[in-house]
């Protein structure tokens, strides 16, 4: 398997940025990916945020297998962290998403208020991984551009204050993947929903592990998006040449055009034009 990794020096300038500003804050927002929860989790920066309540937002959820998404709900809740479902291009339950961490903080407002103290606007540090929507996150809530987005991971690459309303602060941050991942899983993972730059993957090896994962979880995807029929007893190289002769991805010969069935699959995959897919459950 193929080493992933990917920390730029902008990433460890901000790691230290985020641990020096937590106390500013009341709560932390942190975007995961709804199609892999797990993998666009940073345990660097669960290091870093503790104790703080924790509003985790399942990002991307239209792209997600909605069942699963439930069931990833449900296993992320607990006393200190609320797990919601949205998506930051169509807004989908942004307006949950101050109910949520006021919730979160009732009992540090119901204490600061037996001492006198009324906490009258909410600062919240938004978290999350390269590519995982943080910005178009923060221009859908606020209702302007606020701040700058692109399709490629590591847009974002400085710290800074913008206003919900009168009452709700965010502090946005720096997408960060940590230096090492230590199960490779979690960098395919990453890498298969367009967190790591494609131009420092094997892009082969990603589409062939997308592909054999999609075939076994989603059977009928690849036959309804190519019209290649029954998948289940291929390879992936099998795959890509069925794709390849539908398609037209030939080269001289007869020969598939890999590295074009490659990027078209990717692409395909990073558009839920197979359908919508979760890449990992909370079992596993």
Known sequence: MPTIQWFPGHMAKARREISENLNKVDLVIELRDARIPASSMNPMMDEIVKNKPRLILLNKSNLADKRITAEWIKYLNNDRTLAIAVDSIDGYNLKSIVPSAKKLLTEKIERNKARGIVITRIRAMVLGIPNVGKSTFINKITKRKAAKTGDKPGVTK???WVKINDEFLLLDTPGILWPKFEDQKVGVNLAICGSIKD???NL???????????????????DKRYKIGDV????????????????GALQ?????DYDRIYTMIMNDIRASKLGAMTFERPEN
Request: aromatic share 8%; hydrophobic share 35%.
């Open 158 to 160: 400085a710290q800074k």
């Open 199 to 201: 131009d420092i993957i």
């Open 204 to 222: 082969g090896y990603i589409a062939s592990e997308a592909v054999n994962y999609i075939a076994k979880n989603y059977p009928t995807a690849l």
């Open 252 to 256: 001289k010969g007869g020969e598939t």
């Open 232 to 247: 289940s007893d291929l390879t992936s190289d099998e795959i890509f040449d069925k794709i390849a002769i539908k398609r």
